[in-house]
C-alpha cells in the first residue's frame, strides 16, 4: 500500500496538535481558526490512508463503505481549501464581518459536500498506483481550482493589509500544495497531497501560529506581541474589557514564581490575562467587571502597604479599554495619566473614567495635528504690532505661531501649545516660526515700513538646548538677518540647569547682538531675582498684571515700581492686553516705554501686518 507519505504527514499532525493545544495561548480567533484547520488536517490524512485501505482491499470490502471512505477524503480536500481562505481572510476583516463571511462558505461547502456524495465515482487501482475519478471527483478538483484562485486573489489584492509573514508562510505552504498536486498528476504513484498539507500547517505554526513567540518565557506570561494581537480582536469585534495597567520600580528575584503569585494575591485563577511590557510595566486585562474590581482592590492594597513582592507598585484601572478608541492608543492612556501625575498615583489609586479618556483622545489628536502640520507646512506665523511711546510709532511686532487646519480653520496657541510642550514637539514648531519669522525678515518690507525688530519667543524646552545659540545663528546667516532685527523673549524657569545653559546661549546670542526680553513678567511665581540674574533689555508686563493696575490698589504701586525699577536698570518696558485708550493713557502716563494690545490690533498675517503698520507710521 502506497501510504508512507500520509503515515508521516499523519504523526507530524497529531505531534503538532497536541504541541499546539499543550501551550498557553489567548483564545484569539486567528488561533481558533489555525487550530480547526489542523484538526481537519489530520482527518484528511486519516481518509486518506483509510481510502487507499479500502481501494486495496475493495474485493473483501462493501462498495458502498469503500465509495463512502473515498468520497468523504475528497470532501474533506474541498473543507481544508475553504479554511485555507477564511484563515487568510481572518487578518483584513474583522471578526463579526468574518462570521457572516464564515457562514456563507460554509454552506457553500455543504452543497459541495453533498453534491459529491451524490454524483457517482470511479476507482482506479493498479498496485500502488491507486486514485478515483468521475463526477464526484471532478466536482472535488473544481471546488479546490477555485478556492486557490480565491486564495491568489485575496493574496495579492490584500497584500498591504496581510501581516509580511503570514503572507509568505501562506504562499510556501499553497505553492507546496500545488506542487504536491502537479506532481501526484503526472506520477500516480506518489501521493503527496497529504504529506504537503502537514508540512504547509508545520510551516504555519512555525512562522506564525507558535504560542511560544506570544509568552514571555521568564516570567511564564503574555507579552507585547500577544497584547498586540489580543487588542486588535478586541476592538474589531467591539467587546467591552477591562484592564490595569501597573508599574513595579523593583521585580522581585522569584522571578518564576511572580506571575503564580500576583494571581494568589489578586484571588483570580481564570479569565485574566498577564502581559509584560518593556522595563517594569505590566497589563492585566479581564472582560468580566468583578475579576476587574477584585483585581483594582488587590493594587490598591499593594499601593498602601509595604510589600514583600511588590515593592513601590503604581497601578492605574481603565474602565473600559474600547474607550480609547484603537489599540494604537491603549498603551499611550495608561502614560498619559502615569505622566501627568508625575508617576505618583494616589494609594487610593486611580480609575481612568470615560471622560478622563475623552481629555487624553484630545491631547492625542491634538498631537497629531501639531505633527501633520509641521509635516504639511500649515504653521504660520502672525504680527502683533507694538506702539513706541517715545517716537508715537508702531517700531516692533510679536511673532505669535497658528496652525492652519487642513479645512482652512485656525487653532490658536492656547489649545496647541501646551500639548507640544508636554510632548517635545515644541522644539520643531519653535524652530518653524523662528525660519518664517527670518523669512519674513529678510523680504525687507518690515524695514520700509519702520519696524525695527521683531520679537520670538522661546520655549523652556528649546532654552535646555545646548546648542540653541548655534542653531539659530545657523538659521539668521541662511537668510541673511540682521542679529538686531531680532529680540528673543525668555519666560522664567525655575530649573538650574536650564538657566545654565540659556545664560550660555544668551551670551553667544548678545555678542551676536541680538536682544532678550523677559516675558510674562508678573504671571506665576516670576520673582525679581530673575531681572537681576537674567540679561535682558526688555520686561514685558503679563495681561493679567495690566489689567490688576486697573482693578487693584496694591497693583498700581506694584506696576509702578517695576517701571521705575527697570528704567534705574536702563530696561525698557512693555504692558501687554492694552484694549482701551483710557488705560493707555495711563501707562503712557507711568513711563511704559511699549504697549501691546487689541487697541491696536490683534495678531495678523503678514500682509496684514505690513498693511496696518503703512497706514498707521506712514
Not at 480653520?409 to 518664517?436: M, W
Not at 506696576?559 to 534705574?568: N, S
Amino acid at each position: 500500500m502506497n501510504i508512507e507519505c500520509q503515515c508521516c504527514g499523519l504523526v507530524l499532525s497529531i505531534l503538532l496538535l497536541v504541541l499546539y493545544s499543550g501551550r498557553k495561548q489567548l483564545g484569539l480567533y486567528g488561533e481558533k481558526i489555525f487550530k480547526k484547520m489542523l484538526v481537519v488536517t489530520i482527518i484528511l490524512l486519516v481518509l486518506d490512508i483509510a481510502s487507499i485501505v479500502a481501494i486495496t482491499h475493495q474485493a473483501t470490502l462493501p462498495h458502498l463503505l469503500v465509495l463512502g471512505i473515498c468520497k468523504s477524503y475528497i470532501a474533506f480536500l474541498v473543507v481544508e481549501c475553504i479554511l485555507a481562505v477564511l484563515y487568510l481572510l481572518h487578518d483584513v476583516t474583522d471578526e463579526k464581518k468574518h462570521w457572516k463571511i464564515t457562514k456563507v462558505l460554509l454552506s457553500v461547502v455543504a452543497v459541495e459536500c453533498l453534491a459529491i456524495l451524490i454524483a457517482p465515482l470511479h476507482i482506479f487501482s493498479d498496485g500502488r498506483i491507486v486514485y478515483t475519478y468521475g463526477p464526484g471527483a471532478i466536482v472535488a478538483y473544481t471546488s479546490c481550482g477555485i478556492d486557490f484562485i480565491a486564495i491568489l486573489i485575496i493574496a495579492i489584492s490584500e497584500r498591504k493589509r496581510i501581516p509580511k509573514l503570514r503572507w509568505s508562510a501562506f504562499m510556501i505552504w499553497l505553492f507546496l500544495w500545488v506542487v504536491a498536486a502537479v506532481w501526484q498528476f503526472i506520477d500516480a504513484e506518489k501521493l503527496l497531497v497529504g504529506f504537503a498539507t502537514s508540512l504547509g500547517m508545520m510551516i504555519l505554526y512555525a512562522a506564525l501560529e507558535n504560542p511560544e513567540v506570544n509568552l514571555n518565557r521568564e516570567l511564564g506570561c503574555f507579552n507585547g506581541y500577544a497584547l498586540e494581537a489580543y487588542l486588535k480582536q478586541q476592538f474589531g469585534i467591539k467587546r467591552k474589557f477591562f484592564a490595569i495597567h501597573f508599574s513595579l520600580d523593583e521585580i522581585p528575584p522569584e522571578t518564576s514564581e511572580y506571575i503564580f503569585r500576583l494571581m494568589h494575591r489578586s484571588n483570580v485563577r481564570d479569565g485574566v490575562w498577564f502581559f509584560k511590557l518593556l522595563g517594569p510595566d505590566f497589563i492585566m486585562i479581564s472582560e468580566d467587571r468583578r475579576r476587574y474590581n477584585r483585581l483594582m482592590r488587590w493594587i490598591k492594597n499593594e499601593q498602601k502597604r509595604e510589600s514583600v513582592y511588590f515593592k513601590n507598585i503604581q497601578g492605574i484601572g481603565l474602565e473600559n479599554g474600547l474607550d480609547v478608541g484603537s489599540p494604537a492608543k491603549f498603551t499611550k492612556v495608561f502614560k498619559y495619566f502615569f505622566n501627568k501625575y508625575n508617576g505618583q498615583i494616589p494609594d487610593s489609586g486611580m480609575e481612568i473614567s470615560k471622560e478622563m479618556v475623552e481629555d487624553f483622545l484630545l491631547h492625542e489628536n491634538m498631537q497629531e495635528e501639531i505633527a501633520l502640520a509641521l509635516a504639511e507646512d500649515r504653521v504660520e506665523v502672525y504680527f502683533q504690532p507694538i506702539y513706541s511711546v517715545l517716537s508715537n510709532k508702531f517700531e516692533s511686532a510679536e511673532a505669535l505661531v497658528r496652525i492652519r487646519k487642513a479645512d482652512g480653520s485656525l487653532i490658536y496657541p492656547s489649545e496647541f501649545i501646551p500639548v507640544a510642550e508636554e510632548s517635545g514637539s515644541i522644539l520643531a514648531l519653535g524652530e518653524q516660526v523662528f525660519i518664517k519669522t527670518c523669512q519674513f525678515i529678510a523680504s525687507g518690507k518690515m524695514q520700509k515700513a519702520g519696524v525695527k525688530y521683531v520679537e520670538v519667543n522661546l520655549s523652556v524646552l528649546q532654552c535646555e538646548q545646548v546648542d540653541l545659540a548655534n542653531r539659530l545663528c545657523a538659521i539668521m546667516c541662511e537668510y541673511k538677518v540682521p542679529t538686531s532685527a531680532i529680540n528673543l523673549e525668555i519666560t522664567e524657569t525655575a530649573t538650574l540647569s536650564v538657566k545654565k545653559n540659556l545664560l550660555s546661549n544668551m551670551g553667544s546670542l548678545m555678542e551676536m547682538g541680538c536682544t532678550f526680553s523677559l516675558d510674562d513678567f508678573g504671571k506665576g511665581e516670576s520673582n525679581l531675582m530673575y531681572i537681576v540674574e537674567m540679561p535682558v533689555s526688555i520686561v514685558k508686563m503679563d495681561l493679567d498684571l495690566t489689567k490688576a493696575f486697573f482693578n487693584m490698589d496694591r497693583a498700581k504701586h506694584v506696576v509702578r515700581t517695576v517701571v521705575r525699577m527697570a528704567h534705574e536698570m536702563g530696561l525698557h518696558v512693555v504692558s501687554e492686553g492694552v484694549e482701551t485708550a483710557e488705560e493707555f493713557a495711563a501707562l503712557r502716563e507711568i513711563g511704559v516705554d511699549y504697549i501691546q494690545g487689541y487697541l491696536f490690533s490683534k495678531a495678523v498675517p503678514a500682509d496684514e501686518f505690513l498693511k496696518f503698520i503703512e497706514e498707521k507710521n506712514g
